[in-house]
């Protein structure tokens, strides 16, 4: 084919070589590679700066050395490591504040906080509960206008006196709506030394001031009482001695100076008991610490300064701290002599009577055995004759017993007993039967709860005396009749025997004295038969046998005697 002439040939224009293009592009990238690397050095020294390290420099730390160190990293891993101990820390805060707070709720006192103007910052519930009353809330308002009404001073204004002093300040007894506080006010500064805040805490001590109040009236009536007893034991007709716990002597009143021959109370020293001039009595106040019993008595002779000696009963009893330790005792001494007196004059009389009256009760006897034998007289007057002697010859034989065991008992030698174990069921019913062959106006009710009886270790001879005894005043003392009630129990361990009667009864004085020898509650010509020994051989044969009597009565009603004695098994482990 055949080109068109004179066609112009246009040459394209030549392209950069590969080396120019190489050349180009590594310009380009070491530019982008200066200007990445001192973006990151700029921004790693403005994490430094944060962190507060100097800053680095290219001749310290070269720019491939800078990649290989990873400054960012090690700044990032320190801000972790700040970030998780900021953590911790508000932790830490949060839970202080929580404490403070609780304490500032729960503590005793009412708490409140005031700025500088005397405006409340913050107040605890005992501010609320001891000023306020009610669900009034007074945050940001005066103290002075919603606490004191205005109603005190600058001198007993606690926050005035904190301000004006800047430092801690206390009233006590501050008074507000009949209560009484030890006001405490303590102001807070900060590092220049300016107050910023004023915390007051108030402690209520109203309850406090009324026991001190009650403290006082009561050491008062204290001193009037000590004075009366203090009158009242120096002229008492006994002798009356008071030791504390180191034997000092701390009273003691004329009387008993009389009997010991000494005026101890003109000795301005404190006096020990070995200044007593009486070895006895000095003996007993020694021993008054090792005695189990808190009160005992012992019989003393005294020689009073020109007077006849005399027998006194000296009463000791001991005295207990609240721990139950020593702390003194206090000595009674009453004297005795005409009682003592009175009581050989009977003893001599019961020994005397008893050996004097059994042999014309033997006689009686003996001739009352020959009558029953005599033909004179018809039968219902010989049986009736027999029957009058034979129940007085008794009656004497009763008389002789009783005066003999009480001369045993007064002597000293006591009454031999064998304790065995016995049914008391038993023994009960068997006196009982005696005594209702005797009468037909009372009704004996024996009552013993256990089918199996109770068994009791006692003497049979003295233990049917007492039930004898005790029921002979029963049949006695009830002259209408009635019943007669023995109950038989067991509790515990421990037997009581009840009885019960419902005749005519004693007064109080009358059971105190009960167990009194020859002591009679109606000694008048129309009185009731007796020599006024039972109860009293009663409650020594009870004691001998490790029991214990008791009598219960009311005038009209009736009287309740009560036997108590160990059960046999009991008596064993003893």
């Keep these: ?14 392209e950069p070589s590969e080396l120019e293009l190489l050349t180009e592009e590594n310009a380009r990238l070491k530019n982008i590679n200066r200007e990445a690397f001192d973006y990151i050095r700029s921004k790693v020294n403005c994490l430094l700066e944060v962190v507060g390290t100097k800053n680095l420099r290219p001749e310290e730390l070269d720019d491939h050395s800078l990649i290989e160190f990873d400054p960012i990293g090690i700044v990032a891993q320190t801000f972790q490591h700040i970030l998780e101990n900021l953590q911790e820390t508000n932790q830490k805060l949060h839970f202080a504040h929580d404490e403070i707070q609780t304490v500032f709720e729960t503590v005793g ?7 500088p103007q005397g405006k409340v910052v913050s107040y605890n519930q005992k501010i609320r509960d001891l000023m306020l009353g009610g669900d009034v809330d007074f945050l940001g308002k005066r103290c002075k206008d919603n606490i004191c009404h205005t109603g005190i001073d600058n001198e007993r204004c606690i926050f005035e006196c904190v301000m004006l002093a800047r430092r801690e300040q206390h009233l006590y007894d501050w008074e507000l709506d009949g209560r009484s506080f030890d006001v405490i006010g303590r102001p807070m500064l900060d590092e220049t030394g300016n107050i910023t805040h004023v915390v007051i805490a108030y402690q209520d001590v109203s309850a406090r001031r009324d026991a001190q109040s009650s403290l006082l009236q009561a050491l008062n009536a204290t001193q009037e009482a000590n004075a009366k007893i203090h009158g009242i034991l120096r002229s008492a007709a006994d002798g009356i001695i008071v030791t504390d716990s180191s034997d000092n002597i701390v009273l003691i009143n004329r009387r008993a100076e009389e009997l010991i021959g000494y005026c101890l109370s003109r000795q301005d020293s404190t006096i020990q008991i070995d200044h007593i001039p009486h070895k006895e009595l000095v003996q007993l106040l ?10 005992f008595t012992e019989d003393l002779t005294f020689q009073p300064a020109g007077h006849s000696p005399c027998i006194c009963q000296v009463r000791v009893t001991v005295i207990k701290s609240a721990e139950n330790k020593f702390n003194g005792c206090v000595m009674l001494l009453h004297d005795v002599t005409e009682q003592r007196t009175i009581d050989r004059m009977k003893n001599e009389f019961v020994s005397t009577a008893a050996h004097e009256l059994r042999t014309p009760l033997a006689t009686i006897i003996g001739y009352t055995d020959l009558m029953m034998m005599e033909n004179d007289f018809s039968a219902e007057q010989k049986t009736e004759f027999i029957h009058q002697i034979q129940k007085k010859a008794v009656r004497l034989g009763d008389i002789v017993s009783n005066l003999l065991d009480i001369s045993r008992i007064e002597s000293g030698e006591g009454v031999s007993l064998e304790l065995k174990p016995h049914r008391f069921d038993q023994l009960c019913k068997e006196v009982i039967k005696n005594f209702q062959l005797q009468t037909n106006d009372h009704n004996f009710v024996l009552e013993s709860p256990r089918p199996s009886g109770v068994t009791v270790s006692f003497d049979r001879f003295a233990m049917m005396q007492i039930i004898e005894n005790l029921l002979s005043n029963a049949v006695k003392y009830s002259p209408n009749g009635g019943e007669i009630r023995i109950s038989c129990q067991l509790e515990n361990g421990i037997c009581l025997l009840a009885i019960s009667d ?3 009864g004693m007064t109080s004085e009358q059971v105190l004295r009960i167990y009194d020898k020859f002591y009679r509650a109606d000694a008048t010509n129309t009185a009731i038969s007796g020599t006024g020994l039972g109860m009293t051989i009663v409650k020594h044969l009870v004691e001998a046998q490790s029991g214990q009597v008791s009598i219960t009565s009311s005038l009209g009603k009736g009287t309740t005697v009560t036997i108590t004695l160990l059960a046999a098994d009991q008596m064993k482990s003893c």
Excluded: C, D
């Excluded at 055949?2 to 394209?12: G, L």
């Excluded at 006192?109 to 700025?115: H, K, P």
């Design 1 to 14: 084919m055949m080109q068109p002439q004179n066609q112009e040939i246009i040459r394209k224009p030549e």
């Design 286 to 295: 020694r021993q008054a610490p090792r005695r189990e019993q808190e009160t």
């Design 109 to 115: 006192a009412a708490l409140l906080v005031l700025s």
């Design 502 to 504: 419902q005749g005519i």
